[in-house]
């Protein structure tokens, strides 16, 4: 992983990428060890379990709309304010959590979290642009990529064992700790990236100028587009196959998280390629390849369902091939829509993380709203979803070539 030497200069590399690291968990961890106190939650305030969803659907409404101004803040004042300013959001809206005397301070304080979960997501992928160019940056992003998905696989656990031990409060007293030593070590070791940073307050227009730019550049769009179509595939799956595994295929809730670890593989290899080979193969041609991948798996998982020969086997490992296609597409084209304008990288991470969180959720609405009619909906969907992502890419590489 080659980078520029002079952002980084007197740090440790291994220490520098292990703090990338750690900003861009902040955010999924929140999310994630979170889901196993929702019954504690609605014993302890009464509430209905419709109402503790919310909880998530506010932290994911902040994770999403924060990301729209991460970026531009951090191309104008840098990635370091920026980022230091987010961390501290987020230890304090982990604290106000953890102290929460209702369910509605508690929705409060998951939005404040999320606002500041979202920093480490958007700043870390634009801190890697800056000192990485195209092709390497992709390679580094997947790399980065690989170890933080093993969030989602570990969080549930822990915050099922700390909910066991203690009460649903010990999950966000451990974040407010998680945050607080990951904003010592940003203050400490984390340098600024950005040297194109316009500190000048007399001219405020210029903060969403950059947003503005990247809205009328059709390559930007491309990429963008085909980053949320495939985080629509995952979106759905996540919505609609515990139903299918719990209700159609008459399995426990056990089996499904067992199964489930092959769908962690699969993204995790998919991104080991993506570190690997990225310089080597480059960016679009690793984009067509995992958005091929991803439509075959999806074809496989529908068509076993249409000639009624769908099992755990026939939806979890074409999902594996899924998410091993989405592994080499999302790193790939996260790098390319933040490369299309030099000058707007933080803009370009946020708006593009906007609408990977903003189209997975209307994908996995619409999988929530449709399996109540249609059983297997969210194949259907992720079919959909995959061919278009695919589409969308051959469009923008034949119509807007570089």
Same mark, same amino acid.
């Given at each position: 992983?080659?980078?520029?030497?002079?952002?980084?200069?007197?740090?440790?590399?291994?220490?520098?990428?292990?703090?990338?690291?750690?900003?861009?968990?902040?955010?999924?961890?929140?999310?994630?060890?979170?889901?196993?106190?929702?019954?504690?939650?609605?014993?302890?305030?009464?509430?209905?379990?419709?109402?503790?969803?919310?909880?998530?659907?506010?932290?994911?409404?902040?994770?999403?709309?924060?990301?729209?101004?991460?970026?531009?803040?951090?191309?104008?004042?840098?990635?370091?304010?920026?980022?230091?300013?987010?961390?501290?959001?987020?230890?304090?809206? !982990?604290?106000?959590?953890?102290?929460?005397?209702?369910?509605?301070?508690?929705? $409060?304080?998951? /939005? +404040?979290? #999320? @606002? %500041? =979960?979202?920093?480490?997501?958007?700043?870390?992928?634009?801190?890697?642009?800056?000192?990485?160019?195209?092709?390497? !940056?992709?390679?580094?992003?997947?790399?980065?990529?690989?170890?933080?998905?093993? $969030?989602?696989? /570990? +969080?549930? #656990? @822990? %915050? =099922?064992?700390?909910?066991?031990?203690?009460?649903?409060?010990?999950?966000?007293?451990?974040?407010?700790?998680?945050?607080?030593?990951?904003?010592?070590?940003?203050?400490?070791?984390?340098?600024?990236?950005?040297?194109?940073?316009?500190?000048?307050?007399?001219?405020?227009?210029?903060?969403?100028?950059?947003?503005?730019?990247?809205?009328?550049?059709?390559?930007?769009?491309?990429?963008?587009?085909?980053?949320?179509?495939?985080?629509?595939?995952?979106?759905?799956?996540?919505?609609?196959?515990?139903?299918?595994?719990?209700?159609?295929?008459?399995?426990?809730?056990?089996?499904?998280?067992?199964?489930?670890?092959?769908?962690?593989?699969?993204?995790?290899?998919?991104?080991?390629?993506?570190?690997?080979?990225?310089?080597?193969?480059?960016?679009?041609?690793?984009?067509?390849?995992?958005?091929?991948?991803?439509?075959?798996?999806?074809?496989?998982?529908?068509?076993?369902?249409?000639?009624?020969?769908?099992?755990?086997?026939?939806?979890?490992?074409?999902?594996?091939?899924?998410?091993?296609?989405?592994?080499?597409?999302?790193?790939?084209?996260?790098?390319?829509?933040?490369?299309?304008?030099?000058?707007?990288?933080?803009?370009?991470?946020?708006?593009?993380?906007?609408?990977?969180?903003?189209?997975?959720?209307?994908?996995?609405?619409?999988?929530?709203?449709?399996?109540?009619?249609?059983?297997?909906?969210?194949?259907?969907?992720?079919?959909?979803?995959?061919?278009?992502?695919?589409?969308?890419?051959?469009?923008?590489?034949?119509?807007?070539?570089?």
């Amino acid at each position: 992983m080659s980078s520029q030497s002079t952002p980084v200069q007197g740090a440790r590399p291994m220490l520098f990428y292990a703090i990338l690291v750690a900003m861009s968990t902040t955010g999924p961890l929140a999310m994630n060890i979170f889901v196993p106190s929702i019954p504690g939650l609605m014993r302890e305030f009464s509430a209905t379990s419709g109402t503790v969803q919310l909880t998530l659907t506010v932290y994911l409404a902040g994770i999403a709309v924060s990301q729209l101004f991460y970026g531009p803040l951090s191309d104008r004042y840098g990635r370091r304010p920026a980022m230091l300013a987010g961390l501290v959001l987020y230890v304090v809206g !982990s604290l106000f959590c953890a102290y929460a005397t209702s369910i509605e301070t508690l929705m $409060v304080a998951r /939005f +404040a979290q #999320a @606002l %500041g =979960g979202a920093a480490g997501m958007v700043l870390a992928r634009a801190i890697v642009r800056d000192l990485h160019g195209r092709e390497a !940056s992709a390679s580094v992003l997947g790399y980065i990529t690989m170890v933080w998905v093993l $969030v989602p696989m /570990f +969080a549930p #656990a @822990l %915050g =099922g064992l700390l909910e066991q031990v203690s009460t649903w409060r010990a999950s966000f007293f451990v974040l407010s700790f998680f945050g607080g030593a990951v904003l010592i070590l940003t203050f400490w070791r984390l340098p600024e990236t950005n040297p194109r940073a316009d500190r000048d307050p007399n001219e405020p227009a210029r903060l969403l100028s950059g947003v503005a730019a990247l809205v009328r550049a059709p390559r930007f769009i491309g990429y963008t587009l085909t980053l949320g179509l495939c985080s629509a595939v995952f979106f759905s799956f996540i919505a609609g196959a515990p139903f299918i595994m719990v209700e159609v295929l008459s399995q426990s809730p056990l089996d499904y998280g067992l199964w489930f670890m092959l769908v962690s593989v699969g993204y995790m290899s998919g991104n080991f390629l993506s570190g690997r080979y990225s310089q080597r193969i480059g960016i679009d041609r690793m984009i067509a390849v995992g958005n091929g991948l991803a439509i075959a798996g999806t074809l496989v998982m529908l068509t076993a369902a249409i000639i009624g020969t769908l099992s755990p086997l026939s939806l979890f490992v074409p999902m594996l091939i899924v998410t091993l296609g989405n592994g080499m597409t999302i790193p790939n084209g996260t790098a390319a829509a933040i490369s299309v304008l030099p000058r707007t990288i933080g803009a370009a991470a946020g708006l593009s993380g906007f609408a990977q969180v903003t189209i997975g959720a209307i994908a996995s609405q619409a999988t929530g709203s449709l399996q109540g009619t249609i059983p297997l909906a969210a194949l259907w969907v992720m079919a959909a979803a995959a061919v278009l992502a695919g589409l969308s890419h051959q469009y923008m590489m034949r119509r807007f070539p570089q």
